[in-house]
Nanobody
Framework: QVMLVESGGHLVQPGGSLRLTCAAS????????MGWYRQAPGKERELVATITSRDRITNYADSVKGRFTISRDNAKDTLYLQMNMLKPEDTAVYYCHARTVVAGNWDDYWGQGTQVTVSS
């Protein structure tokens, strides 16, 4: 089992920056990839960015390319999302996600979410 705890969500003005943090604990060795998803009111949860554990291959939603950067510090078991040039449409609850594989069995784990509000 993997536990994920997000932090860093805040109210920020358009054009501003935030860094989200996700601390992972538990069966860290089993994590294949980690990522950030978000869910705005009345909308479905959507992928923001992902990163694989071994090769650090990243993937971004088109809406955040060039503005957001996902990174991972394996020594600290921590995932980050640096968000720059924030827009009102980035307002959402941001969730940390981990996909694990143990003996061929895949599982998904989620954090509790952190609120990001972009508004003047």
């Amino acid at each position: 089992q993997v536990m994920l705890v997000e932090s860093g969500g805040h109210l920020v003005q358009p054009g501003g920056s935030l860094r989200l943090t996700c601390a992972a604990s538990g069966l860290i060795f089993s994590i294949y990839s980690m990522g950030w998803y978000r869910q705005a009111p009345g909308k479905e949860r959507e992928l923001v960015a992902t990163i694989t554990s071994r090769d650090r291959i990243t993937n971004y939603a088109d809406s955040v390319k060039g503005r957001f950067t996902i990174s991972r510090d394996n020594a600290k078991d921590t995932l980050y999302l640096q968000m720059n040039m924030l827009k009102p449409e980035d307002t959402a609850v941001y969730y940390c996600h981990a996909r694990t594989v143990v003996a061929g069995n895949w599982d998904d784990y989620w954090g509790q979410g952190t609120q990001v509000t972009v508004s003047s």
